[in-house]
């Protein structure tokens, strides 16, 4: 997994962001959380099983549908089933080693 440090790449309001197979993030001091680390690791593991490309347009047809949902920008961020799943499992620091495939449904 290799670790981008890149301020301009990603949004103002995110400190860090997985885009396969890399995570990008806008401080190099953030390679050594590693609960932030298990975070994007995790949305990496969904980004392969959605086979990547897939993935960005669920993200984004999710968003949508939770922005419609919550008619909060934040609000709706947090409740997309990936973000959820990660959220709740990123101090699970083992997490991936037994995560099943596809787990982020149940967080739909």
Do not use: T
Not at 68 to 83: G, L
């Amino acid at each position: 997994m290799p670790i981008l440090v890149n301020k301009y790449l990603i949004g103002r309001y995110f400190v860090g962001i997985a885009l396969w197979p890399f995570i990008v993030i806008k401080d190099h001091r953030l390679k050594e959380d590693k609960v932030f680390l298990n975070h994007e690791k995790i949305h990496l593991r969904q980004q392969a099983e959605l086979l990547v490309i897939p993935f960005y347009f669920v993200y984004l047809f999710e968003y949508i549908i939770r922005l419609y949902q919550y008619k909060n920008s934040q609000e709706a961020y947090r409740n997309i089933s990936f973000e959820r799943e990660a959220y709740e499992m990123e101090d699970n620091l083992s997490y991936l080693k037994n995560r099943k495939l596809w787990s982020f449904m149940k967080y739909l």
